[in-house]
């Protein structure tokens, strides 16, 4: 038998969380498995750069067919029918999700940590609630965060962005700037907003082992064939496993968290594994340890709870499920070259950044006609070079046409819009916002009890059924910060290309979380404020599932500043004396 047969904590997902959790972990000496139900993976699995394989035939995510989650559109009443809805966000490889993301790496701030005072009328139906942390508290674990992930980017670039501390800056320099950001700025500072280049992780320079981006063109949806991505794989829970004291499992699909009663405990129960099979249909076998994290992402975390049967005493397991409100806007310029963004040589080859702009002047909106006030922000593309051929085929014959209210692109007018994207300037807006807590919004499971459908995964299972709507709060501030950026944009010349707000239906398009949320009051919450459950000690929650909001940014650096947060908190085992503790992070940035 080895340390790792008993380890001091097993973790349940290699991603983002589950990696930062690992990482954590064996730089205070614990020994710890990680559990990843899919493969492992390297730069080599993601070449070549196939767009049919990777984007049509959805590689890197569960088949829709085969292991889908179920949606009930509550849009159309409690009563709708169910559909199979794709999991976008999931990747059975090691590292995860971030195997396929787009690494935007901002922080949430403390109008996300207190959001309650920056919502003018919090509508009487839904949960807001102010987090159990201010930002001041966790500024420590983003810079831990942003070093050990290896994200470039440079501070204080505008009133807008992030606070941070004084004489504090990024491992790296901003990646290399698009070629549309001087017109973009001078558009914007018009109007007294102030853009700035995006916090990545992406490696504008040699750093960590790994090389710099060379601007290949082919970035959120395909893995990094360069290794130039920050991803869990190649940063953290590599550093994890060099320390010798982290053992790494792949095909382990974890079936349910092992827990059992602690009579005299005030939490009544406490974790001491899990079980798991590594094939469908095979044998469940165990491993225990006094402590079990959980990072699966939020739907499948809550899921994986159910499953378990974690004692549920006030009901809110798998509820305040929350995906980002979402908008987007593309236009063209059409007396604008394509702002130098192709490699003269090759036209197929971006010769910059897919896009390198943040635009955050509308996270608290104070416009007193407004229907909303916390908002959300704004990120900049090129059409083309945050799209690849067929993807910038899919969205544009897919999608509105010239009017964004007519009918889709085919035939001529798509053969007019693709040369348009090649030859004009252009320029899209994704928006990602804030979102009303709803209990109804929710996670159960799919296993035919109390009038439910049934529907299994591969390992049968009973697969998640979610039921969600956006409420209308969020339908309204998509509208309103697309057309404000609309409006300015089209005063600078701007030709309007498609125009996208959210709805209220969502089939599970949007990062998800809060379907465990922390909170100090055991009444109101799954976990504490250490993200440990209320109900069962030694069981933790280190992605999104705890977030108690959604937030108005890309939620992932904020969950791995969490994971590092936590993982301090946690009682650490009776260890040997001669176990070296490494230091947690040396700032020694790269000079542009």
Known sequence: MTEFDRPDAIIVGSGAGGATAARALTQRGFTVVVLEKGGPSNAEDFIPLDELHFLDHKALVPSKRDDPMLYVDLSKGSDAAPEASERWWITHMVG???????????????????????????????????????????????????????????????????????????PMPPIREHGSSPFLRFVFNKAGMYPYRSPRGINSRTNDGRPGCPFCGYCQGFGCASNCRSGAADTVLRKALSSGRCELRTGHNVLRILHEPAPGSERGHRAVGVEYVTHPGGEPQTLRAPIVIVSIQAIESARLFLLSEIPNENGLVGRYLTYHTKGDLEFTFPDQPVWGSMDPTYPYQPATSLGSLQLRDLYVINDPAAPVTKGGKFSIYDPITINPPLKALYRTG????????????????????????????????SFTGETMSSHDNRVELADGADGRPERRDPYGQPAALTYYKHHDYDVALSKYALDRVADIVGNAGGILRS????????????????????????????????????????????????????????????????????CDTIPRPDAPAARKIEPVVEFTRISA
């Not at 440990?532 to 030694?538: F, L, N, R, T």
Request: net charge negative.
């Open 499 to 566: 125009h996208r707000p959210q709805g209220l239906s969502n089939p599970g398009y949007g990062h998800n979380h809060g379907t465990l949320r922390a909170g100090r009051d055991r009444a109101a919450s799954v976990l504490d404020a250490d993200c440990q459950s209320h109900q069962v000690a030694g069981l933790y929650v280190v992605d999104a599932a705890f977030m108690p909001t959604a937030g108005a940014s890309n939620p992932s650096l904020t969950m791995i500043a969490n994971a590092y947060r936590v």
């Open 398 to 429: 897919m999608a509105h046409g010239p009017n964004p209210k007519s009918s889709r692109l085919w035939g001529r007018h798509l053969q007019d819009r693709l040369v348009e994207l090649r030859e004009n300037g252009g320029v899209s807006f």
């Open 96 to 170: 995860g999700s971030t195997n396929q993301w787009e690494a935007n790496l901002p922080r949430y701030t403390e109008p996300d940590f207190a959001v309650t005072r920056y919502l003018r009328d919090v509508p009487s139906d839904v949960s807001m609630v102010d987090w159990p942390w201010t930002y001041q508290e966790f500024q420590p674990w983003f810079e831990r965060a942003e070093w050990d992930w290896g994200v470039s980017g440079a501070a204080r670039q505008s009133p807008a962005q992030e606070p941070m501390r004084a004489g504090y800056d990024y």
